[in-house]
């Protein structure tokens, strides 16, 4: 199979071009060379998607490819340019997407039919523009391509070259024991998916020309759960009110000064308790979080334990609502 990766340099797309790659397939990432380049085995075409179309997506106009993984994270445009040069010479496409367009955050157990946000528009407002762009985008690849389109919409990806700092926050945290501050919501579904089986399962959908709309996440757990098997199996967790913390200037989810994982209760409640049956009927397979922990840890070393971090809270900052709890 000879698959397009658009993108290959960086964390998702890297891992689904490594995984293409020992699966023996013949792998061509596009990407601006800014982050990287692809893994070893993997051509490389360099192009800039903010360019003008004639030096933009043009520059792939002509190819053919066996399956094309696109994970295009705020400019429909780029999506829109990439399927008019090469949908009709492409057997399967792939495009990354994520849980966050689905309207109803507060209700458990809905799968991928869900009602999801608006398109994105003029009018959409700053803190809309990243998922409405990713409902206006695979809005494009599923009338582009019907039946040969496979929308993947992963929640929180945890694994090595995560970008965000989030989960590894997790990991890293409990090596360096003491009182563990988290969200009084520790019963709270919680979905964690390893970037390794996602990138799995986005191969093993081109070589089967798996389509459809489908959620990629792992069945939900409650919080304190994801924590013990994330390496809090014998920490003090202190729970910390989700008020404390907002009062605190402590942020949900991901960002600094944060608490990743916390996703406020109870409008977030249907956030992370998908109901997957139908993507693990369709291929998904999962490792073991505490396997995923091991990894993200591991990364977070080659990084460094006491590095400043895109998420998760300081020492200090931690100390500091620990007291006041």
């Known amino acids: 199979m000879k698959m397009l990766v658009l993108g290959g340099t960086v964390f998702l797309s890297h891992a689904v071009a490594s995984v293409a790659l020992r699966r023996g397939h013949t792998v061509v990432c596009a990407h601006r060379g800014r982050s990287g380049l692809a893994p070893a085995g993997a051509k490389d075409l360099f192009l800039d998607r903010d360019d003008a179309p004639a030096d933009g997506s043009e520059a792939l106009a002509g190819r053919r490819f066996d399956a ?14 990439a399927l008019t040069v090469l949908a009709a010479g492409a057997k399967h496409w792939t495009f990354v997407s994520s ?6 955050t507060a209700t458990p157990g809905q799968d991928a039919s ?5 398109v994105l528009d003029a009018h959409t407002p700053d803190e809309q523009k990243y998922v409405r762009a990713k ?15 496979f929308i993947v919409r992963p929640g929180l990806v945890a694994g090595p070259g995560d970008p965000s700092d989030r989960y590894g926050y997790w990991p890293a945290r409990f090596t360096r024991g003491g009182p563990v501050a988290v969200p009084d919501t520790l019963a709270a579904p919680t979905q964690v998916i390893d970037v390794g089986d996602v990138a799995a399962w986005i191969v093993t959908a081109a ?3 798996l389509h459809g709309c489908f959620d990629a996440v792992a069945p939900a757990q409650p919080l304190g759960e994801v924590l013990a098997r994330s390496g809090g199996a014998g920490a003090e967790l202190v729970p910390v ?31 992370g308790a998908r109901d997957v049956s139908a993507s693990l009927a369709a291929g998904l397979a999962l490792r073991p979080l505490t396997e995923t922990a091991q990894r993200a840890l591991a990364h977070e070393k080659t990084l460094g334990l006491g590095r400043q971090r895109k998420s998760g809270l300081t020492p200090e900052d931690e100390t500091r609502i620990l007291k006041g709890a």
């Open 114 to 118: 869900a009602e999801r946000v608006a």
């Open 241 to 271: 009110s989700q008020h404390a913390l907002l009062a605190a200037g402590v942020s949900p989810w991901s960002g600094p000064r944060s608490l990743p994982l916390w996703a406020p209760q109870p409008e977030m409640a249907g956030f």
């Open 207 to 209: 070589e089967h020309r």
């Open 99 to 104: 849980v966050s367009v689905y309207a109803d």
């Open 68 to 81: 094309v993984v696109d994970v295009a994270t705020r400019e429909p445009r780029w999506v829109r340019e």
């Open 135 to 149: 409902r206006s985008s695979e809005d494009a690849v599923l009338e582009t391509m019907g039946d040969r389109a």
